[in-house]
């Protein structure tokens, strides 16, 4: 933000010389061309206009009124004939100047003044939202104690699939970087909807019977429904779309034998195609209290044999020509040691 400012600033400045510079070459434009009598004293304008639409009132009058003056009194009104002009003519000239830098600056000056305090109004509406996620995300942590690094994680690897799928063409109109911003800020909140599973299932430490894996499945639902109340009282907070559909529809499948809704291809949201491989990846790596971590080989192996069938093989193949990167990313996170409930949401996958 620092550097933005500094740039413009350094911007104004550039327009500032050259607007005056732009005055004096039209000032001997108009000399050249034999004095004010001829139509390119109204040259002028623009340079007065550019004054004042960039830098506001105060320097845009002072900008017309050097301009006025430059082709003024000491400027004739025909060269040839040596005539001068009359007092009449370059005062009006001066206060007509005068009177449109004003009005233009004026606008200049109001319509800014509206834009910053909607970026200062934007920023505080981001700022909520980091808050609520960031709370929402810690309310998660404190029902599940493998949640810190994962999300951690998730967030990082989700943030480079998705650049690379911005590469690509098909995508290219979809993903823009305010995309990989948000599911990089959301992609932590998948699970949130567990911290409304009882304790004797989310912290069991053995495999789970079906009617509890049928329970424990209803983390997604509880999890969208929980910001579906939220967004209805706060409808300007558009990004809780996107993390609706992360926590609602992660767990769909291509093929369309996932939940809750039994989605398929690309009636699955991208957002959630993309948080489904990642959350894979990172529950085959992680080591749990029934089942030993897996190697970086044997998950991507696993991944390739479910394209087309369990995920979106446009993004299996985005996922692989960055397995390298994707592997020392969860490296870097290291592993958990304590998570007892991450891989009972993979159990269909295994099966």
Not at 57 to 73: D, E, F, N, Y
Not at 105 to 114: I, K, L, N, P, V
Not at 176 to 201: A, C, M, R
Request: hydrophobic residues 40%.
């Amino acid at each position: 933000m620092r550097l933005d400012i500094s740039v413009f600033k350094i911007k104004k400045v550039y327009i500032w010389f050259y607007s005056y510079f732009l005055s004096i070459l039209i000032t001997w434009i108009v000399y050249m061309t034999g004095g004010t009598n001829k139509v390119y004293a109204n040259l002028m304008y623009i340079p007065i206009a550019i004054m004042a639409s960039t830098h506001g009132k105060r320097q845009g009058v002072i900008h017309a009124v050097v301009s006025a003056l430059l082709i003024g009194p000491f400027m004739p009104l025909d060269t040839v004939m040596h005539l001068n002009q009359p007092s009449i003519n370059w005062t009006v000239r001066l206060i007509t100047y005068s009177a449109i830098a004003f009005v233009i600056g004026f606008f200049a000056d109001f319509y800014r003044q509206e834009f910053e305090k909607r970026v200062k109004k934007e920023k505080e509406i981001a700022d909520t939202q980091m808050a609520m996620v960031y709370s929402l995300v810690k309310l998660a942590e404190s029902r599940d104690d493998n949640t810190g690094v994962h999300i951690e994680r998730v967030a990082k690897i989700c943030q480079q699939l998705a650049r690379n799928l911005q590469r690509r063409d098909k995508y290219r109109g979809y993903i823009n970087d305010s995309y990989i911003q948000k599911i990089t800020e959301l992609s932590p909140l998948h699970d949130i909807g567990k911290v409304g599973i009882p304790d004797q299932i989310l912290l069991k430490p053995g495999p789970l019977s079906a009617e509890e894996y049928e329970l424990m499945k209803t983390h997604t639902t509880i999890g969208a429904k929980t910001l579906m109340e939220v967004k209805e009282k706060f409808p300007d907070h558009r990004f809780l779309e996107l993390a609706i559909s992360i926590i609602r529809f992660h767990h769909e499948k291509w093929d369309g034998t996932g939940y809750p809704l039994g989605l398929a291809g690309t009636t699955i949201p991208l957002s959630a195609r993309i948080m489904a491989i990642v959350d894979v990846y990172d529950a085959l790596r992680s080591k749990r209290v029934y089942k030993d971590a897996i190697s970086h080989e044997e998950s991507i192996q696993i991944i390739r044999e479910g394209s087309g069938s369990f995920f979106d093989p446009d993004i299996v193949e985005a996922f692989l020509e960055i397995q390298a990167e994707i592997g020392a990313i969860f490296d870097q996170y290291g592993e958990e040691e304590r998570a007892p409930v991450r891989w009972r949401c993979k159990k269909a996958y295994r099966q």
